[in-house]
Nanobody, 118 residues
Framework: QVQLVESGGGLVQPGGSLRLSCTAS??????????MQWYRQAPGKERERVAA????????IYADSVKGRFTISRDNARNTVFLQMNSLKPDDTAVYYC?????????WGQGTQVTVSS
Protein backbone atom coordinates (compact mmCIF):
# COMPACT_ATOMS: atom_id res chain seq x y z
CA GLN A 1 0.00 0.00 0.00
CA VAL A 2 1.43 3.33 -1.11
CA GLN A 3 1.70 5.90 1.67
CA LEU A 4 3.06 9.41 2.01
CA VAL A 5 3.11 10.65 5.59
CA GLU A 6 3.83 14.30 6.34
CA SER A 7 4.99 15.53 9.74
CA GLY A 8 6.53 18.59 11.35
CA GLY A 9 3.67 21.05 11.12
CA GLY A 10 2.49 23.16 14.02
CA LEU A 11 2.03 26.63 15.39
CA VAL A 12 4.91 29.07 15.00
CA GLN A 13 5.32 32.81 15.48
CA PRO A 14 6.01 35.11 12.54
CA GLY A 15 9.70 35.01 11.68
CA GLY A 16 10.06 31.49 13.00
CA SER A 17 11.03 28.25 11.27
CA LEU A 18 9.62 24.79 10.74
CA ARG A 19 10.92 21.70 8.98
CA LEU A 20 8.37 19.47 7.31
CA SER A 21 9.09 15.84 6.47
CA CYS A 22 7.32 13.49 4.09
CA THR A 23 8.19 9.80 4.25
CA ALA A 24 7.16 7.37 1.53
CA SER A 25 6.42 3.67 1.76
CA UNK A 26 4.97 0.99 -0.46
CA UNK A 27 6.04 2.57 -3.76
CA UNK A 28 6.16 0.20 -6.72
CA UNK A 29 9.46 1.72 -7.89
CA UNK A 30 12.56 2.94 -6.05
CA UNK A 31 11.89 6.23 -4.26
CA UNK A 32 14.85 7.87 -5.97
CA UNK A 33 12.99 7.65 -9.28
CA UNK A 34 10.14 9.87 -8.10
CA UNK A 35 9.94 13.63 -8.51
CA MET A 36 8.71 15.13 -5.23
CA GLN A 37 6.72 18.30 -4.64
CA TRP A 38 5.27 20.27 -1.75
CA TYR A 39 1.90 22.00 -2.10
CA ARG A 40 -0.16 24.05 0.30
CA GLN A 41 -3.79 25.03 0.57
CA ALA A 42 -5.05 27.89 2.70
CA PRO A 43 -8.74 28.21 3.68
CA GLY A 44 -10.80 29.45 0.75
CA LYS A 45 -7.87 29.27 -1.66
CA GLU A 46 -6.76 26.85 -4.34
CA ARG A 47 -3.98 24.40 -3.70
CA GLU A 48 -0.67 25.79 -4.93
CA ARG A 49 2.72 24.24 -5.50
CA VAL A 50 5.42 25.79 -3.35
CA ALA A 51 8.48 23.66 -4.15
CA ALA A 52 9.61 20.77 -6.31
CA UNK A 53 12.72 18.63 -6.54
CA UNK A 54 13.87 16.27 -9.25
CA UNK A 55 14.60 12.61 -8.75
CA UNK A 56 18.35 13.19 -8.50
CA UNK A 57 18.09 16.43 -6.47
CA UNK A 58 19.84 18.34 -9.24
CA UNK A 59 16.88 20.57 -9.96
CA UNK A 60 14.63 22.52 -7.62
CA ILE A 61 11.79 24.94 -8.28
CA TYR A 62 10.14 27.38 -5.88
CA ALA A 63 7.06 29.56 -5.98
CA ASP A 64 7.93 33.25 -5.98
CA SER A 65 6.15 33.67 -2.66
CA VAL A 66 8.60 31.34 -0.85
CA LYS A 67 11.79 31.82 -2.84
CA GLY A 68 14.72 32.58 -0.54
CA ARG A 69 12.81 31.40 2.54
CA PHE A 70 11.96 27.75 1.84
CA THR A 71 14.33 24.94 0.86
CA ILE A 72 13.31 21.55 -0.48
CA SER A 73 15.65 18.57 -0.13
CA ARG A 74 15.47 14.79 -0.15
CA ASP A 75 17.17 11.81 1.43
CA ASN A 76 16.66 8.89 -0.92
CA ALA A 77 18.16 6.43 1.57
CA ARG A 78 15.35 7.32 3.99
CA ASN A 79 12.61 7.69 1.35
CA THR A 80 12.01 11.18 2.71
CA VAL A 81 11.62 14.68 1.32
CA PHE A 82 11.94 17.78 3.48
CA LEU A 83 10.75 21.36 3.37
CA GLN A 84 12.76 23.77 5.50
CA MET A 85 10.68 26.90 6.07
CA ASN A 86 12.35 30.01 7.47
CA SER A 87 11.16 33.57 8.05
CA LEU A 88 7.60 32.35 8.20
CA LYS A 89 4.76 34.80 7.63
CA PRO A 90 1.05 34.64 8.52
CA ASP A 91 0.35 34.19 4.78
CA ASP A 92 2.21 30.87 4.95
CA THR A 93 -0.59 29.45 7.10
CA ALA A 94 -2.03 26.45 5.25
CA VAL A 95 -2.24 22.70 5.12
CA TYR A 96 0.95 21.45 3.47
CA TYR A 97 0.89 18.33 1.29
CA CYS A 98 3.61 16.34 -0.38
CA UNK A 99 3.17 14.73 -3.78
CA UNK A 100 5.16 12.01 -5.50
CA UNK A 101 5.23 11.69 -9.28
CA UNK A 102 6.32 8.78 -11.43
CA UNK A 103 4.28 9.29 -14.55
CA UNK A 104 1.56 8.39 -14.99
CA UNK A 105 1.22 7.71 -11.25
CA UNK A 106 0.81 10.51 -8.74
CA UNK A 107 0.43 10.08 -4.97
CA TRP A 108 -0.56 12.55 -2.26
CA GLY A 109 -0.05 12.65 1.46
CA GLN A 110 -2.76 13.53 3.95
CA GLY A 111 -1.33 16.95 4.80
CA THR A 112 0.06 18.68 7.86
CA GLN A 113 -1.21 21.96 9.27
CA VAL A 114 1.13 24.95 9.52
CA THR A 115 -0.15 27.98 11.40
CA VAL A 116 1.89 31.18 11.62
CA SER A 117 0.49 33.49 14.26
CA SER A 118 1.54 35.56 17.24
Amino acid sequence: QVQLVESGGGLVQPGGSLRLSCTASGFPFNFRGYAMQWYRQAPGKERERVAAIGSDSSSTIYADSVKGRFTISRDNARNTVFLQMNSLKPDDTAVYYCKAIYLPQEYWGQGTQVTVSS
